[in-house]
């Protein structure tokens, strides 16, 4: 452990000579004694994980402070240590890292939607106060993921795909490239390790090629450097597994067509070298068109700059050349902790607040969303998808996530801008709304104040969530009163089609048990968020369904044999067809052929134009299939069956057999000793040898019918009788 301890401390000289070591020093031995006689599932010592997590933040040149709390980050959680003796004994700063961490380590990933949501916003909250939080977060779960070996499969696989979904992403989205990279191949080891392992041989095979065509590749551009005088580092290095899996596997290239599987970074000291070594490369090998793409001009959002540019290499071989200067190598391999300065043991954040400002705006924008599937789709959208840079007409640059409209970059600019929006030019030319745009685009917003704002369909249109934030909030204050009414009318016929008293709509007691979930105030701002087309209002809408219908079970208002008859408590009458509509006589009926229902179907009726009501099966394609409009959802009204029911309904049986000699004969003799009527009879011989028999047949009831189901799946070779559902 000593040896331990001096060869963190010899990291921490190096980074920062002037560091006063002390409070790692002291750190190291607190944590060390309060882990006494603990072990990892390995057999090792407990305290080897916070050594080595401490060790990595080392390597990214972290301050004191970090390092002290990285060794004390599980001090709290697995031993009887608070959090005030954490403060008392190194200070609020390290504590707060501490408490930070601990807090992020109990995050439960696969655990319910409330949770999740609570979780992740503890997460984004604990960055926004103190990145550091997290980076001591990746750099603990990188740790974990090089033991991983030691756990259960079930294990592995959970912490690996935690990490792809949320850890790798969250590295990206800081720009630590570096630890980004390691955390995906570490998991794709336990996600997918026959995937892993293909990609490990195929790349063993082609090793001593390899080699030899970077050693080619780093000679010619030292040869030509030196003669042009620039000093510069060359080093190759092979693409990494995980993004080899990605493009063999999602984009189905074969090892041979991945252009960047071999790729040569050139490390100078000035932008300017940067150019000059980019147009010497160009002139040595020759481009692969469209290959070409400049970080430093428009750098990523996550601080990456670099200038990249696919070739083709010595022996025809295809080579991705990086060129970038020591501090641009420093951020891409550390992203966001590469911008820490030290001074006087404190950190200075100099222009860091610009580099976190997503993270605040993450926040601002997700501080209503209260679903975990929405809270998820947002965060992808903003953290974890590629982008696109445009341009304002002045030259600024825009960055939007892959897949931004118009709509997403007038928000962008500005709120107002957005709200007046009329119409939109891309490189000179007027273009739809959903329009979508592409690096490089020159984007113009045409604004008028005559423009009554933002509609509902925008919200499909918007890509990035602060878009579709501030069309909400713009609609939710323009047409709140119209959207309230909008969303009663959408509540009511929604429980009617449920088969649930609208008296419901008045239970003041049942809206409240569920309001606050779905984060509304009351039940007008509900309606409103309806009316607008609000997700979250959407699912109240259900839960609110499911509780109407547990109450009415509990009142026994519900049969568990038909709950229609709930609701038809009227003295409507039956008319020939056996069918009762409710609240209404003397009404004209007919049975829909598409999948002519028989006494003992669930059904629903819908009033058509002129020709009264048609009688569906509840489960019939032509309803259940039907995309309505609310005009039309309005026309299903609730039927049911009369208690005694005289007539007789034809039903259409489809039956699948070998065709054989006498198979009609069969068929025939059956519904015959039934003494079912046959209305008509078309049979076919299909691929395969098959016969198709469709058979209309006129019966009582649903049981009348079963039973000739029943006696026909009976028929020497039969296979399946089904009923035509349409």
Same mark, same amino acid.
């Given at each position: ?5 001096? +060869? ?63 060794? @004390? ?46 979780? /992740? ?10 990145? $550091?939080?997290? %980076? ?27 990490? @792809? ?6 590295? !990206? ?76 596997? *999602? ?19 000035? =932008? ?13 090998? &020759?481009?692969?068109?469209? #290959? ?31 060129? #970038? ?101 891309? +490189? ?23 423009? !009554? ?26 047409? $709140? ?11 009511? #016929? ?14 003041? =007691? ?25 997700? +979250? ?7 609110? &369904?499911? /509780? ?6 509990? &009142?026994?208002?519900?049969? =568990? ?23 209404? =006589? ?22 058509? $134009?002129?020709?009264? %009501? ?20 309005? #026309?299903?009204?609730?039927? !049911? ?21 006498? /198979? ?6 059956? *519904? ?9 009879? +078309? ?16 019966? &009582? ?10 006696? /026909? ?5 039969? @296979? ?7």
């Amino acid at each position: 452990m000593e040896k331990a301890l001096e +060869n963190l401390l010899q990291k921490l000289k190096k980074h920062n000579p002037s560091a006063d070591l002390d409070p790692v020093i002291k750190a190291f031995e607190f944590s060390k004694a309060k882990h006494e006689g603990q072990f990892r599932v390995s057999g090792e010592p407990f305290f080897s994980h916070p050594v080595a997590v401490a060790n990595i933040l080392a390597d990214m040149a972290l301050d004191v402070s970090s390092i002290a709390a990285a060794l @004390l980050h599980d001090v709290v959680e697995d031993t009887d240590v608070t959090e005030a003796e954490i403060a008392a004994e190194f200070g609020e700063t390290v504590e707060l890292l501490v408490s930070g961490v601990t807090k992020l380590g109990k995050i439960p990933y696969t655990s319910n939607e409330d949770q999740q949501i609570e979780n /992740l916003r503890k997460m984004f909250l604990a960055m926004a106060n103190d990145v $550091r939080v997290i %980076v001591i977060k990746l750099a603990d779960r990188l740790h974990n993921l090089r033991t991983l070996k030691s756990m259960p499969e079930p294990k592995q696989r959970e912490k690996a795909r935690e990490t @792809l979904e949320v850890f790798a992403p969250l590295a !990206h989205r800081l720009g630590m490239s570096k630890i980004k990279m390691e955390l995906e191949d570490l998991s794709l080891k336990y996600i997918d390790p026959i995937g892993y392992y293909e990609i490990v041989d195929k790349i063993s095979q082609k090793q001593g090629e390899r080699e030899k065509n970077i050693a080619d590749m780093i000679s010619l551009l030292n040869s030509r450097l030196e003669t042009l005088g620039i000093e510069a580092h060359v080093e190759g290095r092979a693409k990494h597994f995980y993004s080899i899996y990605r493009k063999m596997f *999602i984009q189905n290239k074969t090892i041979d067509e991945i252009y960047d599987l071999f790729a040569v970074r050139v490390i100078v000291n000035t =932008d300017a070298d940067c150019y000059a070594v980019l147009g010497m490369v160009h002139e040595l090998f &020759k481009p692969i068109p469209g #290959r070409f793409k400049d970080y430093i001009a428009m750098p990523k959002p996550n601080m990456y700059q670099s200038l990249h540019s696919s070739v083709i290499g010595p022996n025809g071989v295809p080579f991705e050349i990086q060129i #970038r200067t020591w501090a641009m190598h420093n951020t891409a391999e550390n992203g966001i902790a590469a911008h820490w300065k030290y001074k006087e043991g404190k950190v200075g954040k100099s222009d860091l607040d610009s580099k976190l400002e997503w993270i605040k705006q993450l926040l601002e924008i997700q501080k209503d969303l209260t679903n975990a599937e929405d809270f998820m789709q947002t965060l992808k959208i903003d953290m974890f998808s590629d982008e696109v840079f445009v341009f304002t007409p002045k030259g600024d640059v825009v960055s939007l996530p892959a897949g931004a409209t118009p709509i997403d970059f007038a928000y962008a600019i500005h709120s107002a801008i957005g709200n007046k929006m009329q119409g939109a030019k891309v +490189n000179g030319k007027i273009v739809t709304l959903d329009y979508k745009l592409k690096n490089g685009d020159i984007v113009e917003i045409n604004t008028s104040n005559a423009v !009554h704002g933002p509609n509902l369909d925008w919200l499909k249109i918007a890509k990035t969530s602060q878009a579709r934030n501030k069309i909400n909030q713009w609609l939710k204050k323009e047409n $709140r009163s119209e959207n309230i009414l909008k969303g009663k009318e959408q509540f009511e #016929r929604e429980l009617k089609k449920a088969l649930i008293p609208v008296s419901y709509m008045n239970d003041t =007691d049942l809206f409240g048990k569920i309001l606050s979930k779905y984060g509304f105030a009351q039940t007008e701002d509900m309606f409103a968020t309806l009316g607008y087309g609000g997700s +979250n209002a959407t699912k109240f809408l259900t839960k609110f &369904k499911e /509780l109407c219908k547990q109450d009415m079970a509990s &009142k026994n208002e519900i049969s =568990d044999i038909s709950p229609e008859q709930f609701l038809l408590k009227t003295t409507s009458k039956a008319n020939q067809s056996g069918v009762v509509v409710d609240g209404i =006589d003397n009404c004209l009926i007919r049975i829909s052929h598409c999948c002519s229902p028989v006494p003992g179907d669930k059904i629903i009726g819908y009033v058509t $134009r002129g020709r009264g %009501v048609a009688v569906h099966r509840a489960d019939c394609i032509n309803i259940t299939n039907a995309h309505f409009s609310p005009e039309e959802q309005m #026309r299903f009204i609730n039927v !049911h069956w009369a208690n005694e029911v005289e007539s007789s309904f034809q039903a259409m049986l489809c039956i699948t057999a070998p065709d054989r000699n006498s /198979l009609l004969a069969d068929i025939i003799s059956v *519904i015959s000793d039934l003494k079912i009527p046959i209305k008509s009879l +078309n049979a076919r011989t299909a691929k395969n040898n098959l016969a198709i028999v469709e058979l209309s047949i006129e019966v &009582k009831n649903i049981e009348n019918l079963e039973t000739a189901i029943n006696k /026909l799946k009976n028929i020497k070779g039969v @296979l399946a009788v089904a009923r035509r559902r349409q």
